[in-house]
């Protein structure tokens, strides 16, 4: 018996670091799953914990009086991490009108809470809602749908400009909307098809993409993915990312012929496309999700293989561009591309004289949230990037959000590239439709209007 309450005792020191540790966190994508009745449960556990060692005499004994104080500790790190959050978005939310929609213009978010994200909307902090599979959650799609339309008439009231409304249906093991829309297989099926039976299937995929998303409210996919497919070895460092099974091919050649012709279709629907991930992934062998990641690649062996299939589908479409968060360590290896000055105004926008719409992969991926987000969201900006997504963790939106408030209110933020990005936010809304003629080179149409 009282080896057993030695050994108990241990295990309470042990487990009392990590304990701290999740309290202190509890706004940490990666504690996305402890957040609401796991906080309570926290919280009840550390209080049943300080009441049966009180109950046990340990009061008596300075060890035990340490480990008492000490298990006090997390509801009140919890606390505090609470109040934070609470604070950050309180100023967030009486932002001035003109600064809100200013820098609201650039930030697409996920989210939970429907009465939340309908708030930002209406004050003109978010330009775009993200939606997948945990908005199905407990309601209809027709309920979804209606959802997403009451979003908008929430902005038309407020005399704003359209939501753009994102979801990732690519085909294949990344269709988060899927069921109950038509779950389609992967693009890379195509490419070993003869190339007019590519471009005939493909289009179709994207007809069937674009005209279910439409329907639902959705006018932006974030898809295809344009980066070529790994060599044929499993990567034990590709946790979710999965590029060689979502990439289309080896070849650029057929990843453009595919990637085009699947815009195409998603383009007559209605529905703008999103070329993802710039400068490529198929080369890195880390998962951005969770680590920071170098592409060790020469500008001209990329402009000669990975970079073709981004340079084609975009001279031939309104597509959006996604930078990813690897590294391009010959251009710029000091920051992620997605917030790389060197890469989207140097590479995207001079080099290669792209002025469409460029967007930034979820910033609650490890590359970037786990080291100085502040810093990136300050530099994407400042680099010409449009949109900043925030999408598996959208209560983060406050966070990511005041490091731009902050920024602006100090001079941080470059007006000549905040300037230059709303006129080609502007342009997203008046861009001519697929079928009224040829795409303006350059130019991006999110969705039609």
Request: net charge positive; aromatic share 6%; with cysteine.
């Amino acid at each position: 018996m009282i080896f057993a309450r030695r050994v108990a005792l241990v295990l309470l020191w042990l487990a009392l670091p990590l304990a701290a540790f999740i309290a202190a966190n509890k706004n940490d994508p990666y504690l996305l799953a402890l957040r609401g009745p796991g906080n309570i449960v926290v919280v009840l556990v550390c209080i049943g914990i300080v009441l049966l060692l009180l109950r046990r005499g340990h009061w008596q004994r300075w060890t035990g009086k340490l480990l008492i104080v000490l298990w006090c500790l997390p509801p009140l790190l919890m606390s505090a991490a609470h109040l934070t959050f609470e604070l950050r978005k309180r100023d967030v939310l009486d932002a001035g009108a003109a600064e809100a929609r200013q820098l609201g213009s650039h930030f697409m978010v996920g989210y939970s809470s429907f009465a939340d994200v309908a708030q930002l909307a209406e004050k003109g902090l978010i330009a775009g809602v993200y939606v997948t599979r945990h908005n199905l959650r407990r309601k209809t799609i027709d309920e979804l749908r209606a959802e997403i339309a009451s979003l908008q008439d929430k902005r038309r009231a407020a005399g704003l400009p359209p939501l753009i409304v994102a979801a990732d249906q690519e085909g294949g093991i990344v269709g988060h909307l899927s069921p109950p829309l038509t779950k389609l297989p992967a693009l890379a099926t195509l490419a070993g098809l003869a190339s007019d039976v590519q471009q005939v299937k493909a289009e179709e995929f994207g007809r069937i993409h674009g005209r279910e998303l439409a329907g639902l409210g959705v006018n932006l996919n974030l898809a295809p993915v344009l980066d070529l497919k790994p060599p044929v070895r499993r990567n034990r460092l590709d946790f979710h990312t999965l590029i060689g099974q979502r990439a289309i091919a080896t070849d650029p050649v057929v990843v453009s012929t595919i990637a085009s012709a699947y815009v195409r279709g998603l383009e007559a629907s209605g529905v703008g496309a999103t070329l993802k991930h710039f400068p490529g992934i198929g080369r890195v062998r880390t998962d951005t999700h969770h680590f920071s990641a170098n592409l060790d690649a020469s500008v001209a062996d990329l402009e000669a293989s990975d970079w073709q299939p981004f340079r084609h589908v975009l001279a031939e479409s309104h597509a959006a561009l996604m930078v990813g968060h690897v590294t391009l360590t010959a251009v710029d290896p000091d920051r992620a591309a997605s917030h790389s000055k060197r890469v989207v105004d140097g590479i995207i926008r001079k080099t290669w004289h792209h002025q469409g719409i460029v967007m930034t992969d979820d910033l609650m991926m490890g590359a970037i949230y786990q080291n100085d987000v502040c810093k990136a969201v300050v530099e994407a900006i400042n680099a010409g990037v449009d949109l900043l997504l925030v999408a598996y963790d959208g209560a983060q939106f406050y966070r990511i959000f005041k490091c731009a408030l902050d920024a602006s209110r100090e001079g941080r933020l470059d007006a000549a590239m905040l300037r230059a990005s709303e006129v080609r936010l502007e342009k997203r809304s008046i861009s001519p439709s697929r079928t009224a003629g040829s795409p303006v080179r350059g130019e991006t149409r999110i969705g039609s209007r």
